[in-house]
C-alpha cells in the first residue's frame, strides 16, 4: 500500500501536472475577432472610434419597408429627451409643426393600446429614439443586402420578360 501511494506521489502526480501545463489554455487559446472589437482581448477595453460628423442635411430619407420608422435627418446628440421634457416636440408637435416647418408627429403617436385618441402623445411613443435613430456616414460592422420589396418586384419582372423574350 506504501509502494502505491509513493508511486502516485512520485510518479502520476508529477506527470498529470505536466500533462495539464502542455493542455492549458496558453496552448489552446485563439485570437478572437470581432467586427466591432477587432482582435483586442475580451478582458481589455478597446480604444472607442473618434465620433465623426452626424449626417444633418435634413433630406427625408426612402423607408425600406411598410412601417419602417423615418430616420432622423438632423443632429440629435444633447436633446432633452426624459420623463419630463421632449426636446423633439419643440418643433414636432401638431402645434409647432407649421412655425417650425418640421414634420408633425403622425397621428397614431398621439392613439393609446387600443387606438383611442389621446389630447397628448401617449406615453408609449413619447420617447421618440427608440425607434427614430439619427444618421452617420460610417463604414457598416456586417455587410447587408437587403432589398426593399420594390427592387425585388423589379428583379422578378426583368426575370420574367427575360425568359419570356428567350421564347420567341
Known amino acids: 500500500m506504501n ?3 509513493h508511486f502516485v506521489r512520485a510518479v502520476v502526480v508529477p506527470l ?3 500533462t495539464g501545463m502542455a493542455w492549458g489554455p496558453s496552448a489552446v ?3 478572437f475577432y470581432d467586427a466591432a472589437r477587432g482582435t483586442t482581448p475580451i478582458m481589455q477595453a478597446t480604444k472607442p472610434p473618434v465620433l465623426g460628423n452626424a449626417i444633418n442635411d435634413d433630406v427625408r430619407r426612402t423607408r425600406n419597408y411598410t412601417w419602417q420608422p423615418p430616420t432622423i435627418p438632423h443632429r440629435v446628440d444633447g436633446y432633452q429627451v426624459d ?3 421632449n426636446k423633439c416636440m419643440d418643433c414636432h408637435s401638431r402645434t409647432k409643426a407649421e412655425i417650425s416647418q418640421a414634420i408633425p408627429v403622425s397621428v397614431t403617436h398621439y392613439m393609446d393600446r387600443d387606438g383611442r385618441m389621446l ?3 401617449s406615453t408609449r411613443r413619447y420617447f421618440c429614439q ?3 435613430v439619427a444618421q452617420d456616414a460610417v463604414r ?3 455587410s447587408n443586402t437587403f432589398e426593399d420589396v420594390d427592387t425585388v418586384i423589379l428583379k422578378a419582372m426583368q426575370a420574367q420578360s427575360g425568359k419570356a423574350s428567350k421564347k420567341n
Open 16 to 18: 498529470m501536472l505536466c
Open 140 to 142: 457598416p460592422l456586417v
Open 119 to 121: 389630447g397628448q402623445v
Open 83 to 85: 420623463k419630463n421634457f
Open 3 to 5: 509502494f502505491i501511494r
Open 130 to 132: 427608440q425607434c427614430h
Open 29 to 31: 487559446a485563439e485570437t
